[in-house]
C-alpha cells in the first residue's frame, strides 16, 4: 500500500488567522486539504482562488472542488493559485474524461471523488487517468458530520484493484474512524474538526497516525 498521508482541512479552521492555524499542523502533515463549495453541487459556498493565493506553506495544497461544472478557466485558477492536486466530483461533471485531462495537462495531480451514494463502477474506467481517488465518508458540504461506515466497502474494492494508487477519505475522519478506513485500504486521511477543533492540534494529528500506523 502507498506511504500513509495526513491531510488536514482548513474547513474547520480559522480562516482569518489560516496562515497561522497552518503553521500548528505542518509538521505533521503531508498535504493541506482544501474545500471549495459553490453553493449549487453542495448548498455552502466557501473561499475562492484569490483566497488560496494568500496561503503561505510548503505542504502541497490539496483543492478540493464541490463544484458543478467547473469550467477550464476556473480549474486553472486553482492551480495558479498554488494547488498540487486538484480533485473533482464524478456526479459533477458531466465531461469528466476532459475535465480530468486537463487538470493534468496544467502540470496538477488530478483526483477523482465520489459520494457515499455513488457505485465505484461509475468512475472505473478513469482509474488509468487519475492519481488519487477520494470516497466521500460522509455527504460534501459541511464540516462535522458524522462519519458513514458504508462506503469502506468501495475502500476496500478500489484498493484490490489499484494496489499502488493513493486513496483519499473524507468526513467524519477521526483516531476510531481512520483505523477502519485504513484497515479497508485508505492511505490518505482528510481530517478538519478532529484536528482543528482540538486545542492541541499537533497532539491530535499524532493521536490519529498512533491508531493508522
Known sequence: MPKIKIAPSILSADLKNVNS????????SNLIHIDIMDGIFVPNTTIDSEFV????????LDVHLMVKEPSEQYIKE?????AYSVTVHQEACKNLDKTLGFIK???AKCAVAINPGTPLIKIKTYLGIVDMVLIMTVEPGK?????????????????????EMDIEV????NSDTAKLCVDAGANVFVSGSSIFGKKDRAGAIKDLISKIR
Open 21 to 28: 492555524e497552518i503553521k500548528e499542523v505542518e509538521m505533521l
Open 53 to 60: 493565493k494568500t496561503i503561505k506553506t510548503k505542504i502541497p
Open 78 to 82: 486553482f492551480i495558479d493559485a498554488g
Open 105 to 107: 495537462k496544467n502540470k
Open 143 to 163: 464540516a462535522g458530520q458524522k462519519f458513514m461506515p458504508e462506503p469502506i466497502s468501495k475502500v476496500r474494492e478500489l484498493r484490490g484493484i489499484m494496489p
Open 170 to 173: 473524507d468526513g467524519g475522519i
